[in-house]
């Protein structure tokens, strides 16, 4: 055995470097997690402030239950409290203490522990003599140290024998509880044994006490709060007794951690190398106990070696293990403990990064919507107003055009009805009035009251009929003038914030829309165009007086209506009717125009916290998180794969150097971008661009991004990089025209491009950076798209000036641009594709500066058409660089096009190969 003790140096020396590796990468889990949670906090407060006092409840700001989700769910949040800077803790199972304390010393590569025939007596009563030792906890100090201490660190006085001189093995009685022992406290107390020990700097070592002293529940209760177990069950009998195999289901049950069980030799044996091969060869009775109990999955369960299975070295759940080989015990137990460590440490990765996603995916929509309103909203007012005024200019011009026909109407209809009038008028019977048989004449009081009636009966007949006529003239503006109208209004009210003007303005605008103008559809009495009509009526009726009373005959009755018909002036009548409409019309011209300032003077000051609100999320949320993001995913990443490693330098850019990496995370051959941000604004740009390019569903026309990886040693340790890493292709699109490209090849590649922009589009996405360098070709020179550098939604674009100066529209100096920038980028690339060279174009050759190219773009200089250049091709090209974005064509008819373009050039037997369009015409 003392030989077995000389060589664990080795394992020493790789457990620690596991274990320091574990806690290098707590300390960035819970920088990580800390300002998750400031972050939270700050957004959550200015948010609250903001929904109570001014922002709007139509997109501007962030509801109820989207703020709710800015937090970390309850269950994820215990998960990472407990699991993100938790200690490690080694803890050591075993049949019995032999078993232990031989797998402790070779753990610590020192014979701490004291071995032989007394270490050997059984642990629970199951044979001899009961054996009561310890519950043992190894930590970190300066020197060599033995105390008892109750749970909770408090140290109890006592004499051990340790303490009385020197010692390399702790003396077997401070390890035992003496039977004559009374004291309950100095019964539970555990044994801290204080090593200078580099493994113990790293991590927390327990030994569990026996059965008969602590239940296993009990002593492992240290182990339920913020602590990683790594759990060694050491094994030296053939089987687990049923006793054991109860304790490990409780322990499995307790902590839901794997367990690494490891055979080791009986006290005093030998080790032999021959077990170990035998049992390598033909499975243990232990391995066929262990997994018919179901701890152990399969054959792959037993790693003797210590090599990972496949799903584990990818970062997949660790399963319990066996190793039978106590000589080469360090290939077991090293991969174990990674593999423990690194699953809680992924987990807590992967949940923060899915919080960072989601929450950045808020804002990105929020930002949409900031958008939106800011864009819309200005556009209803001034619909609105543009819409009223038309309205108001077509009912006035109703009324001045419609008073000869109203004249024309009122004769018609006072002719087609006076018959029916009459007939009605000598049949009425009076109401309140005894007439007599012989219609003797009676009293002016009831001659007057028998005239008002018959009045009455002619002013509802003639105003219906006229009121009718008049609606229905009007009628068929309802809905495409007052329905339109009416939508607007209500979307435009819903976005008002001070709820007094809301109040105001919609009742206002509900007397407005169906009063003012006058276009009920249904007719009734309250109608202010029943009632216009009414009132002259009756007022003209009303002037006729009779001064003697006569006898009420029928034919009196029909004198008297038709006296009345008679008096009335269609002409008089359709003038005070279209007058009054006129003048209410303006009333409510005026009204309007006056509710729609009111409305607009709502808006502007909640237009203007939008667009502060627009700017904060563009600008700091949304960055601040992405960063966040890009911290926690790559910390997953390199947690799962490592770090890779750089190969020879690929090429150059403005932003960053492209190297070769041979294979990384189960993916080869990768080309490798590094990133040095120089500071902040550049660490969030690239953040987002990670996070729009990862969330992308993958796509054969975009170069696929495996992961990202922060480098805080680039450079030899004088800067930090993010290295991403990505698919890697055969050369780039200005490689290849320099090569060579067949006319085919070419304009295949014009289509992979449009195709792979159209994605991009269709995500929501701008690339503004579409150029030669920026365009892969794999071997069989099918194109991809890469560098997502500038790629953005265009709700979170600030109007910034980027790109390649001659791939860039004039549009993009203004700050105000679509995603019509990259149908533009397109067509100057087109040029490149067309002509089968890199030569730049001579337009753009004479420009000796940057500013003197743009300058000329802005004025309209345009590359020149070369005499090469199919007539179909260059009309494409020159309407994709069209100076007005919105005569460019939507690249859903480019691809057509192209795809036309194509079928023409070369699949009517025409010679492909051919650099020029020339030949192939």
Request: hydrophobic share 35%; net charge neutral; charged share 25%.
């Amino acid at each position: 055995m003392d030989g077995n003790i000389q060589r664990p140096t080795l394992l020493v020396r790789e457990l620690t470097r596991v274990f320091n590796s574990y806690n290098k990468y707590s300390v960035q889990l819970k920088n990580n997690m800390k300002e998750t949670n400031v972050f939270f906090r700050e957004i959550r407060q200015n948010y609250s402030n903001a929904c109570s006092s001014t922002m709007s409840s139509d997109g501007a700001s962030l509801e109820a239950g989207q703020l709710s989700c800015i937090a970390f769910p309850s269950h994820e949040e215990a998960f990472l409290r407990n699991t993100v800077g938790a200690v490690p803790y080694i803890v050591v199972l075993g049949q019995d203490c032999a078993a232990r304390y031989q797998l402790l010393n070779y753990l610590l590569g020192e014979k701490l522990l004291p071995l032989g025939p007394e270490a050997g007596e059984a642990c629970g009563g199951v044979q001899g003599t009961v054996c009561k030792r310890r519950k043992l906890c190894f930590t970190h100090g300066g020197q060599r140290r033995l105390s008892l201490a109750l749970p909770g660190q408090y140290e109890l006085v006592h004499q051990l024998a340790a303490n009385c001189g020197r010692w390399e093995t702790v003396p077997r009685e401070d390890l035992e509880i003496h039977e004559e022992c009374e004291d309950p406290a100095h019964r539970l107390a555990e044994l801290e044994i204080t090593l200078h020990h580099p493994l113990l700097q790293e991590a927390k070592v327990m030994v569990v006490p026996c059965p008969s002293v602590q239940p296993i529940e009990e002593a492992l209760e240290d182990c339920t709060r913020c602590v990683i177990p790594i759990m060694l069950c050491a094994v030296n009998q053939e089987c687990l007794s049923t006793e054991q195999v109860a304790e490990l289901w409780k322990v499995k049950k307790m902590l839901c951690f794997p367990i690494c069980f490891v055979r080791v030799p009986d006290v005093g044996a030998a080790a032999s190398p021959e077990p170990g091969r035998h049992a390598e060869r033909d499975r243990s009775p232990l391995h066929k106990q262990l997994l018919s109990l179901g701890f152990l999955s399969g054959p792959t369960g037993n790693c003797s070696c210590g090599a990972p299975t496949v799903s584990q070295s990818l970062g997949g759940k660790p399963q319990d293990m066996l190793g039978e080989t106590f000589e080469k015990l360090h290939r077991l137990l090293v991969p174990f403990t990674r593999q423990v460590l690194q699953n809680q440490q992924v987990e807590a990765a992967n949940l923060l990064n899915g919080l960072h996603c989601r929450c950045l995916d808020l804002f990105i929509n929020q930002a949409f919507d900031l958008q939106r309103d800011l864009q819309i909203t200005p556009r209803r007012l001034e619909y609105t107003r543009e819409k009223e005024v038309e309205l108001f200019t077509s009912l006035m011009a109703i009324a001045n055009r419609k008073q000869e026909e109203m004249k024309e109407m009122i004769v018609e209809t006072l002719s087609s009805m006076k018959e029916q009038l009459l007939e009605d008028a000598a049949n009425l019977e009076f109401t309140d009035i005894i007439v007599t048989t012989n219609g003797e004449a009676v009293t002016s009081k009831e001659i007057k009251s028998c005239i008002q009636q018959i009045q009455e009966l002619i002013v509802v007949r003639l105003n219906k009929a006229v009121a009718n006529k008049l609606i229905s003239s009007v009628d068929y503006l309802r809905e495409s003038f007052v329905g339109t109208l009416e939508r607007c209004l209500n979307s435009l009210e819903k976005s008002t914030i001070e709820s007094s003007a809301h109040i105001i303005t919609s009742d206002h605008l509900k007397q407005l829309l169906n009063a003012a103008y006058h276009v009920e559809v249904t007719f009734h009495s309250g109608s202010s165009v029943t009632r216009l009509v009414w009132e002259q009526i009756k007022q003209i009726i009303q002037r006729i007086t009779f001064v003697n009373p006569p006898a009420i005959t029928p034919e009196w009755k029909r004198k008297v209506a038709q006296d009345a018909i008679e008096s009335l002036s269609a002409a008089k009548l359709a003038r005070s009717i279209c007058s009054q409409f006129r003048t209410r019309l303006n009333c409510s011209h005026e009204a309007f125009a006056a509710s729609l300032r009111q409305l607009e003077e709502g808006h502007t000051g909640r237009l203007e916290r939008t667009e502060d609100l627009w700017l904060r999320v563009r600008k700091d949320h949304a960055p601040r998180l992405a960063r966040l993001s890009l911290e926690s995913r790559s910390l997953r990443d390199v947690l799962l794969h490592g770090k890779p490693k750089l190969g020879q330098e690929l090429g150059r850019g403005q932003y960053g150097v492209v190297y070769f990496c041979d294979n990384w995370g189960g993916h080869y051959p990768c080309a490798l971008k590094s990133v040095v941000p120089p500071d902040d604004k550049h660490w969030n740009d690239l953040a987002l661009e990670f996070h729009y390019t990862r969330s992308l569903p993958k796509h054969e026309r975009l170069v696929d991004l495996h992961g990202s990886v922060i480098d805080h040693s680039y450079a030899e340790g004088s800067s930090t990089a993010v290295l991403l890493i990505m698919e890697r292709l055969h050369r780039d699109l200005y490689t290849g025209l320099k090569a060579g490209l067949s006319l085919k090849e070419r304009l295949q590649i014009a289509l992979d491009v449009v195709e792979g922009i159209r994605f991009l589009h269709g995500q929501g996405l701008l690339h503004r950076d579409i150029k030669l360098k920026n365009v892969l070709l794999d071997k069989q020179n099918r194109a991809k798209i890469t560098d997502l550098g500038f790629c953005k939604p265009e709700a979170m674009m600030s109007g910034s000036i980027v790109g390649t100066p001659i791939h860039m529209a004039p549009e993009l100096f203004t700050g105000k641009y679509d995603n019509s920038v990259d149908v533009y980028a397109f067509g100057i690339l087109f040029w490149y594709l067309c002509s089968g060279s890199v030569k730049l174009p001579e337009t753009f050759e004479k420009c000796s500066s940057k500013d003197q190219l743009w300058t000329n773009v802005k004025k309209g200089a345009r590359p020149e058409r070369l005499p090469s250049f199919d007539e179909e091709c260059w009309q494409l090209m020159e309407a994709c660089w069209n100076g007005d974005p919105s005569q460019r064509p939507l690249l859903g008819i480019v691809e057509p096009s192209l795809q036309s373009i194509m079928d023409r050039l070369c699949n009517c037997g025409t010679d492909c190969k051919s650099n020029s369009l020339e030949d192939s015409n």
